[in-house]
């Protein structure tokens, strides 16, 4: 039994996260964000503190021992640290984040997507990096002036279902490392992830014949269909069964009409398995190798029926099904 942590054990640390998750919320959703000074916060790094503690240091000892050169070199360097900051803040304020959607995976696949970084002035921006909140691993880019350029993020949900993409974060350093200027954002997009296919894929269940269909025949799915006849001149090579072909020299194809008359359902109470995520998994199988043969299929599951159809939209629709279920 896994325990809830506790608040009293790390008082500073489940504070410091109630207020990151607090501030995390009052952020809108959206996936086009324009970097302005609300949304652009800057503070010194810790060799921007060690600067600052360094000019302080020179400065009281130009002080006591009334060194013009001292005071030349705290100024000069303190005029530099101030323009770094300014520089740093508008090299990543007026930027345009513009999120680039994933595709659905399957369960344990890693989600890909793109942001798009766009630069409308004519002055380059350098060492800009975006990662996911709280993660280690920073993409970094550099966009000319007005000019574009997309970076590529992972992740990886643990679990099928419809995901909303994490909480993104951009930040630069440019040009001396002093300062660090970020920004927080929230994608509103989403990832539809898939069940895992169960592998190797199981048999398809028999095939069953349409109402008003006298002539059409249940076919067994896991070796070749049934229906093949000898190859007349004119039928699309798609239909001729190239293995026999290799192995007996004839040519023989596949009966359209016949594959057309049936009609394969994919049932959750049919698969032979218990649990429901094994269940979604071979019925996610079922639905692949379905698709692949170009077979009719309907799919079933508890409390939703989607007709007998074929095709890529009828397949999309049935993978979402199970993703959903």
Sequence with gaps: MTQLPNPLRHPVRH????LVRWWQERLPFTDTLLLTQRNVYI??????????????????ASINYQLNLGYLLTFLLTGSTLIGMHVCHGNLRGLTLNLIAPSAIYTGDTATFGVGLQNTRKRPRFGLGLALLGSAQWAWTDVAGESNAVVHLAYRPDHRGLHQLPTLTAETRFPLGTFRVWTIWRPAASVLVYPAPEMPAPALPPGLAHEGSAHARNIGVQGEPDGLRAYRRGDPLKSIVWKKAAKTGALVSRNSLTLQQQTLWLDQQQTGLNLPEAQLSRLCAWVLQADKLGLIYGLRLKGREIEPATGTAHQQHCLRALALA
């Design 15 to 18: 504070v410091r996260a109630r």
């Design 43 to 60: 503070l010194p790094t810790r060799a921007g503190l060690l600067l600052g503690v360094t000019l302080m240091v020179l400065l009281v």
